[in-house]
């Protein structure tokens, strides 16, 4: 019995997910191999080899493979598939784009968002927003998993001594093609993988407030910055800080929720958070359910404060 872990990379190194992946498949039994499917992304292959647990990494390096495209990379995924009983993607937007393809392909059920492995063939996922976990169990062939990354501790980056393996890069199906990518550079951290998140909600009124008050306590954290999605479908913070069930769901060391009621949503993205601390005027706000340190105040005034006192 053997997993596949399908990495994610940028070509020059192995992004955090992946770590948390490899957490999942070894606890499926067997050995863990992974694969590295991009261009000119020998660099993130030698860091897949390093990951303790893997004994093996797949290198396709093809053109068609260069920007991640959903139907190029399941056919990649495909076409080794018959080797593995397990095949785990992270549940990340890219995991989630593939995975399903895969399984079609397959002729398998996915399963999705999984949190705790029972046996080889059985899991544990959230349901109903997190208010409920589904134990999940598999009688397929092969079975085509995405990961909740929250889920798992991550694996050692360094230490591991897998062998590398050259496989031919699959055709460019020409179903899709690139046509281009924005990116937010911001020289805070990313929040799937910031030790420590400040987010706001609807309460702070506007996208002024919310960078004039929000901001200066992230930075003097070194946090990320997120939002509930109140606040994103408001205008008050890009969609790419939401954090939720439609959002990102994070699990960092430290989380503040400022001015956040505490929907359902949102608390689905950020219950399993190692500390939270809630600070809103409204006592009977949801928010204070989860949170370990709570503070009735206005954030208006609360927030400055704390800044001022770090």
């Not at 940028?10 to 191999?33: F, W, Y």
């Not at 893997?54 to 290198?59: R, S």
Request: charged share 20%; net charge negative; proline share 4%.
């Amino acid at each position: 019995m053997t997993a596949l872990v399908i990495a994610e990379h940028d070509h020059a190194s192995i992004k955090p997910a992946t770590l948390n992946t490899v957490t999942a498949a070894l606890a499926c039994g067997g050995e863990v191999h992974v694969l590295v499917a991009g261009a000119n992304a020998a660099e993130a292959a030698k860091a897949a080899a390093q990951i303790v647990g893997v004994t093996k990494v797949i290198a396709a390096d093809s053109a068609s493979l260069a920007e991640n495209l959903a139907e190029n990379v399941a056919a990649q995924v495909l076409a080794i598939a018959s080797n593995y009983s397990h095949i785990l993607f992270p549940s990340t937007a890219n995991g989630k784009n593939v995975a399903p393809r895969v399984a079609a392909k397959l002729d398998v059920a996915q399963i999705s968002d999984i949190i705790k492995v029972d046996t080889p063939d059985t899991f544990e996922r959230p349901i109903y927003a997190g208010n409920a976990i589904a134990t999940v169990q598999s009688s397929d062939k092969t079975i085509v998993i995405t990961v909740r990354t929250t889920g798992f501790d991550a694996a050692a980056a360094t230490g591991g001594n897998a062998t590398i393996e050259i496989a031919e890069g699959v055709a460019d199906s020409g179903k899709s093609a690139f046509v281009g990518r924005e990116v937010m550079k911001s020289e805070r951290p990313e929040l799937t993988a910031a030790k420590i998140i400040v987010s706001g909600g609807r309460a702070l009124g506007s996208a002024e407030k919310f960078q004039e008050v929000m901001a200066p306590l992230a930075d003097k954290l070194n946090a990320g910055l997120g939002a509930s999605r109140a606040a994103v479908d408001a205008g008050y913070a890009p969609n790419d800080w939401q954090v939720g069930q439609t959002g990102k769901i994070v699990a960092p060391q430290l989380y503040i929720a400022a001015g956040i009621s505490g929907a359902i949503q949102h608390l689905a993205g950020m219950k399993d958070s190692k500390v939270i601390v809630a600070i809103n005027k409204d006592e009977e706000a949801p928010i204070f359910s989860v949170a370990d340190y709570g503070l009735v105040a206005d954030l208006f005034v609360a927030v400055p404060e704390l800044v001022k006192a770090l």
